[in-house]
DNA sequence: TGCACTTTTATTGTATACAATTTAATTTAC
DNA sequence: GTAAATTAAATTGTATACAATAAAAGTGCA
C-alpha cells in the first residue's frame, strides 16, 4: 500500500541532518571538555580566533544565532578571561565582543582538535567535500 | 601565513551541518505551527504514524535522544491526547508509548508537510539522494 | 532465597535555541 | 528640531538536549 510514505522518518532529509547534527556535537564533548568549553562557545571562539572582534548582531549572523542566545554564551565567555564585552563609544547601542590573551593563547589548546574530530568521521576528502558543499548550497538556500 | 587554518569556521564539515539542522527545523516551524507541534513533538508523532506503539527507550534510539529529552515531550503528547503512556504488564520498568485513535488523525494534517518542506529546500533529486546518503553514512559511523 | 548487578524511566542541573518583548540609542520624516 | 520609526542587545518564557543521578523493576547466581 503505502510503499512511499513520505511522513516516514527514513524518507525525510531533515532528520538525519538533525540527528547527524547532534552526534556530531556530542563527539566534540570529550574534546572540548578538555578545554572546559562547550559547542556553542567554542564555535564563539572560532570566530574570534578569526576575527578578534565583532559586534554581537555580525557574531549572529556568522553562527545564526540570536542575542538571546549570544548573550549568556558571551557573559560565561566573559567570564572566563577569553572575552572583552564593551559597548562602541560610535554608537552605544552596539556592544563590541572582543578578544583577549587568554583566549588568543586558548587557540593553541585547540588546535588539535580539527585532526581528531576528523578521525572520528572518517569519511573520505571526495565524500567530505561533496557534504561541505551540498550543506553550503543549502545554507544559501535556508 | 595560514592560507589554511583548520579553526576556521568555514574549514569545518560540523558547522555548516549544525546550521543546517537549526534552520532547517526553523523552516518547519511555521507548518508545524499549524498542527500546534514542535519539531521534537513532530519527529516523536512520525515514529508512532509508522509503528503504532514503542518504548521509550526504543523510541530513543529511533530518534537519538534519551528519556531526559523523551519524557517531557511524551507527557506534552499525552496531555495533547495523541499518545497514550502505559507501564508494560510484562516488565514494569518499559513505558509503552501508543498512538491514539486523536493521534492518528493528526496524520492528515502532517501529510503536506514534506512537500512543502521540499518545496523550501529545492535540492535537485540527485543533491537530495547524494546529500541523504552521506548523511546516513555518517550516521552509522558515529 | 537473597543480594549484587543490570535495565528502564524519571528527575535534576546546566546550557542551548528562539520567539516575543523591552530598553536604550540612533536615524528618519516632516 | 522633535516625534516616530528603526536598530541592537538584553530579558523573559518555553522547549529542547544531555550528563549524572535516583528510583523502581527485573535478572542471575551463590
Same mark, same amino acid.
Given at each position: 500500500?503505502? &510503499?512511499?510514505?513520505?511522513? &516516514?522518518? +527514513?524518507?525525510?532529509?531533515?532528520?538525519?541532518?538533525?540527528?547527524?547534527?547532534?552526534?556530531?556535537?556530542?563527539?566534540?564533548?570529550?574534546?572540548?571538555?578538555?578545554?572546559?568549553?562547550?559547542?556553542?562557545?567554542?564555535?564563539?571562539?572560532?570566530?574570534?580566533?578569526?576575527?578578534? +572582534?565583532?559586534?554581537?548582531?555580525?557574531?549572529?549572523?556568522?553562527?545564526?544565532?540570536?542575542?538571546?542566545?549570544?548573550?549568556?554564551?558571551?557573559?560565561?565567555?566573559?567570564?572566563?578571561?577569553?572575552?572583552?564585552?564593551?559597548?562602541? &563609544?560610535?554608537?552605544?547601542?552596539?556592544?563590541?565582543? !572582543?578578544?583577549? +590573551?587568554?583566549?588568543?593563547?586558548?587557540?593553541? !589548546?585547540?588546535?588539535?582538535?580539527?585532526?581528531?574530530?576528523?578521525?572520528?568521521?572518517?569519511?573520505?576528502?571526495?565524500?567530505?567535500?561533496?557534504?561541505?558543499?551540498?550543506?553550503?548550497?543549502?545554507?544559501?538556500?535556508?
Amino acid at each position: 500500500m503505502d &510503499k512511499y510514505d513520505p511522513l &516516514k522518518l +527514513e524518507n525525510q532529509l531533515c532528520f538525519p541532518l538533525y540527528a547527524c547534527a547532534k552526534e556530531i556535537v556530542r563527539k566534540y564533548k570529550p574534546f572540548l571538555e578538555e578545554l572546559d568549553l562547550t559547542y556553542t562557545q567554542y564555535i564563539t571562539m572560532m570566530v574570534l580566533w578569526e576575527r578578534k +572582534e565583532m559586534n554581537v548582531k555580525t557574531l549572529g549572523e556568522w553562527l545564526y544565532l540570536d542575542s538571546g542566545t549570544l548573550t549568556p554564551v558571551l557573559k560565561k565567555l566573559e567570564s572566563k578571561g577569553y572575552v572583552t564585552r564593551k559597548r562602541q &563609544k560610535k554608537d552605544e547601542r552596539n556592544l563590541c565582543v !572582543s578578544i583577549t +590573551e587568554k583566549g588568543e593563547e586558548l587557540k593553541n !589548546s585547540a588546535i588539535e582538535i580539527p585532526g581528531k574530530m576528523g578521525a572520528c568521521i572518517s569519511l573520505s576528502p571526495d565524500e567530505t567535500k561533496n557534504l561541505y558543499e551540498l550543506l553550503y548550497k543549502m545554507l544559501r538556500i535556508l
